[in-house]
């Protein structure tokens, strides 16, 4: 199963995400759900740096993890777009768990950083 854990500020906004796991769901190369996983998730980090000119702080292995954080200083205009960006990506992925719940979970955790 794919873990996604999505981890927000005292405040709501997305701080990082992580995802880890393998769905599953068919033959390594063939498997959907891993592939929209992929697709959403990288496809958000890049948005990210492409339209706000943010670089998130990546860490990824070939075993499926990937860890994104967003710098500690991002002007407030950047910022929300960088948020709407995360949040688009968090229904992306919504998505892909209403239809494939045996296959991945997303989680939602409290950061104490504001």
Do not use: W
Not at 52 to 79: A, K, M, N, V, W
Request: include cysteine.
């Amino acid at each position: 199963m794919i873990d996604a854990v999505i981890y927000r500020t005292k405040s709501g906004a997305i701080h990082s995400f992580a995802i880890s796991g393998h769905a599953f769901f068919a033959e390594r190369g063939q498997d959907i759900v891993c592939a929209g996983v992929s697709a959403v998730s990288v496809g958000a980090i890049n948005a990210v740096h492409a339209l706000t000119g943010i670089t998130p702080i990546i860490d990824h292995d070939e075993d499926g993890f990937l860890r994104c954080t967003l710098p500690e200083e991002i002007q407030e205009s950047t910022y929300e777009k960088v948020q709407l960006l995360l949040e688009g990506m968090v229904v992306s992925l919504q998505t892909i768990e209403e239809n494939y719940r045996e296959h991945i979970k997303i989680t939602f955790k409290k950061q104490e950083v504001e």
